[in-house]
Structures are given as structure tokens and as C-alpha cells.
């Protein structure tokens, strides 16, 4: 199978699907042309992802979740616009932002649906963890997660705020499927986990709760401010700034 038809798959599903807008608020688009990056299931950085200081044992490798296992998919969905233009601006988070947190992630598990069924019409398996009963956060930590997937996947690489740098920048959502086609893998454009964070420190002066210095993100304070949100937005939460007017909102930063 060529890589080629699945990325354009993907792209259709997101231009096509009418979860990709919230008429309520006027958002016309949460998200814009998804990246799509490709792992080979064999790759031994899955492993890797098992040592305790990256993800952890608990993290499963592709072959736990599909036993026959040949490639990984994994995407970036880019928040629109509209979406990041709106939580540039105030302390707490913007509508567009809570809603393409919350029903963006409705269009994820979407997509992950479409692209099980779209795998099974082509006579493979799919497997799309972030949807999978076996799926399970302990600690924090995922058995399968989706930053460090896309990492495998050429997808981008960590920063300074532990989000997750593309070509299209850090805002948006990731999700992937695991599945039993052939597909020519990703070049790996990077060598350190970090290297697309430019070390700008943009970021750190944009955090409400100071959750983060020169030396990373304090979980912990994060998600204590992720949980007031979640108390005065119910049933949306959110926060963003830290991946909104930084220089990697939408972009490589220079
Ligand atoms: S704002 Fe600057 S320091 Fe922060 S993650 Fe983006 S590139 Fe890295
Ligand atoms: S999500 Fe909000 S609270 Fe958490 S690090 Fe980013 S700016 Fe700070």
C-alpha cells in the first residue's frame, strides 16, 4: 500500500467531516490539513520507549496491540486559525480552544474509526490504541503515547513546555492507528529528542500558573490549573497558551 493514499484519506476525512466545526461558537474549522508521519512496527526505538526515564515499562510495543503488526500511523491534526488566533489573547482559555479541545478530540476518535474501517475495506487490520479498551493512563503515563508515537513516526520532536513540535507547529492534537499494511516509513528529520524547540523561552512568560522555567514544565502545576479549568469551564477544560503566540504555534520556530 502506498503511504501516499493514506495521507490523502486522512486529509479527505477531515475536510469532509461535519465534526470539524462548532456552528454553536462559529467555528467554521478546528482543524486544518493534517501532517502524516509512518513508522515501521519493527522499529527499535518502540522499545526504547520502554525504559523507565522516556516512557516507561508500561508502554506497549505495536506487535502487543496487533500481533501482526507492519506499520504505524501517526497524524497531526493542526488546530485552525481561527482556533489559535483566539486563545493568543487573555489568561484563560478561549472558547475555540476549549471546544476544539474537547470536540476536536470527538473528531480524532472519529478518525481513528474511519481509518480501522478504511484499513478493513482494503483487506488489512487496524488497531487505533487511543480508542482501544486495553488503553490505560496510570501515573500520568499512557501505554500508548501519541507525542512519542508521532516522534517514531518523523512526526516532530519534544520542547521546552513538553509539547510536541511538527512542521505545523505544536497546537493541535495527535492520534494514530497500528496496522498490518506495508508502508514506506517516515524520514526521521532529527537527531535529539528536542531539536525542533528552539529554546526560545516564549513559552515560560505565557504560562498563567508558572508551570514552566529554563529547565522544563512542572506537571504538577500544570494539571492543578488543567483542573481549575476543568471546575469553571465543566465539561470543557483546556489551557493552550503555552503553544499560542510562541514562535511554534503554527510553524517551525526560527
Ligand atoms: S516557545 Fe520557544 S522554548 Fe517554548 S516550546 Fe516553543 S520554541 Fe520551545
Ligand atoms: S497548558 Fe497552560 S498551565 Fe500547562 S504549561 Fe501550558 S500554559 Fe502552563
Redesign the pocket.
Known sequence: MQRYSVEQAITEFIAATPLNAAAEIGLSAIYDRPLVGVAWAEDSLFASLQAEEVVGPRHLLPQDWLPAARSVVSYFLPFSRQVREANRQGKLPATEWLYARIEGELVNNALRKFLIEWFALAGYQAVAPGIDARHAVADRKSNWSERHVAFVAGLGTF???R?F?TKAG?AGRLGSVIVTADLAATLREYRTYDEY????????KRCPPQAIDTTGKNNDICAKFLDSMAERFKPRYGCGK?QTA???EAAL?V
Open positions: 520542547s521546552l513546555n509539547s513540535i505544536a524547540c528552539s529554546k526560545c523561552n516564549a513559552c515560560i503555552c510562541v514562535p511554534c520556530p
